[in-house]
C-alpha cells in the first residue's frame, strides 16, 4: 500500500511538471500560482480516478462489457477529461487585449 501510494505521488508530480513545462507552457512561476496549479491538478487527479473507478464499475458490473474493453475506454476518456481540465482551467492562460 504504501508503495502504491507512493508511486501515485511521484507519477502526478511528475505528470504536473511535464504538463506545466512542456504541454502547456505555463510561465506563471509565483508561489501561489504554482500552488494554485499544482492543488487543482492534485483535485483533479482524484477526481479523475472517481471517474475511472465509476467508469470501470457501470461498464462491468451493469453492462457486463469486458474488463479489457471498459479499461480502455475509461482510459480514453479519463485521458480527455484530464487534458480539457488542464488546459482550460488548471493552465489556462490569461488573455489580453
Known amino acids: 500500500q504504501t508503495s502504491t501510494v507512493l508511486a501515485w505521488v511521484i507519477s502526478v ?3 504536473f511538471i511535464t504538463n506545466k513545462k512542456y504541454v ?3 510561465k506563471s512561476y509565483t508561489l501561489s500560482a504554482v500552488f494554485r496549479e499544482g492543488l487543482l491538478f492534485i483535485i483533479y487527479r482524484i477526481l479523475s480516478l472517481g471517474i475511472d ?3 470501470m464499475f457501470i ?3 451493469i453492462l457486463n462489457m469486458d474488463d479489457l474493453v471498459a479499461k480502455v475506454i475509461a482510459n480514453i476518456l479519463v485521458i480527455v477529461v484530464n487534458y ?3 488546459k482550460f482551467h488548471i493552465f489556462k492562460t490569461k488573455e489580453h487585449g
Open 13 to 15: 508530480l511528475f505528470a
Open 24 to 26: 502547456f507552457s505555463s
Open 53 to 55: 473507478l465509476l467508469i
Open 59 to 61: 461498464a462491468i458490473q
Open 84 to 86: 480539457m481540465v488542464s
